[in-house]
T-cell receptor, first 117, second 113 residues
Framework: DVKVTQSSRYLVKRTGEKVFLECVQD?????MFWYRQDPGLGLRLIYF???????EKGDIPEGYSVSREKKERFSLILESASTNQTSMYLC????????????????FGPGTRLTVL | GENVEQHPSTLSVQEGDSAVIKCTYS??????FPWYKQELGKRPQLIID???NVGEKKDQRIAVTLNKTAKHFSLHITETQPEDSAVYFC????????????WGAGTKLIIKP
């Protein structure tokens, strides 16, 4: 079974703090993703990575950055947390991007519920 | 870019009845359409997917249909059971967005006993 883990289930931070969310997958997947989930808005892609040290912006990258130094780990960084970044953050991974298409199932982590005060 | 609309936002059905959730997409080049189920407090999980070269796919009580001309696809659940209660998300690939998934807003399915 694919296992995707996230460093925290719940996190409370103050406005202006730097926040690190960690995601680790154990199935040697090439692709990794960070989403935020808000009621009525579905899942919105923040950033994704298809290889070590590679990253691509998703739909809502503003205020976020990412790091992928090792294949199994993908970190999401909030440089200066703001209250509008209070949300559920979901990490996911999938097999190799083939021919420019995402062909395979995305496996999700349990999520981190971040509250910024 | 791609836009995926999902309806209804909430669906309540009697146990044993069928449920249908519909999604429309805007990018005619989209070619992969998965459906994910998210139970309360849990992570989303893929339940069924369909590619643009087929019109229908079934897996036990679950089926997905795709109408490429009209650019819509639907999830059908027959003989609903209490464990079907969850939020269901549709998604579509988008050529404009590097073939990443664009997600619908979700449908909360409630199964009434």
């Amino acid at each position: 079974d694919v296992k995707v883990t996230q460093s925290s289930r719940y996190l409370v931070k103050r406005t202006g703090e730097k926040v690190f969310l960690e995601c680790v997958q154990d199935m040697d997947h090439e692709n990794m993703f960070w989403y935020r989930q808000d009621p009525g808005l579905g899942l919105r892609l923040i950033y994704f990575s298809y290889d070590v040290k590679m990253k691509e912006k998703g739909d809502i990258p503003e205020g976020y950055s990412v790091s992928r130094e090792k294949k199994e780990r993908f970190s999401l960084i909030l440089e200066s947390a703001s209250t509008n970044q209070t949300s559920m953050y979901l990490c996911a991974s999938s097999l190799e991007l083939m021919g420019g298409e995402v062909l395979d199932e995305q496996f999700f982590g349990p999520g981190t519920r971040l509250t910024v005060l | 870019g791609e836009n995926v609309e999902q309806h209804p936002s909430t669906l309540s059905v009697q146990e044993g009845d069928s449920a249908v959730i519909k999604c429309t997409y805007s990018d005619s080049a989209s070619n992969y359409f998965p459906w994910y189920k998210q139970e309360l407090g849990k992570r989303p999980q893929l339940i069924i997917d369909i590619r643009s070269n087929v019109g229908e796919k079934k897996d036990q009580r679950i089926a997905v249909t795709l109408n490429k001309t009209a650019k819509h696809f639907s999830l059908h659940i027959t003989e609903t059971q209490p464990e079907d209660s969850a939020v269901y998300f549709c998604a579509a690939t988008s050529a404009d967005s590097n073939y990443q998934l664009i997600w619908g807003a979700g449908t909360k399915l409630i199964i009434k006993p």
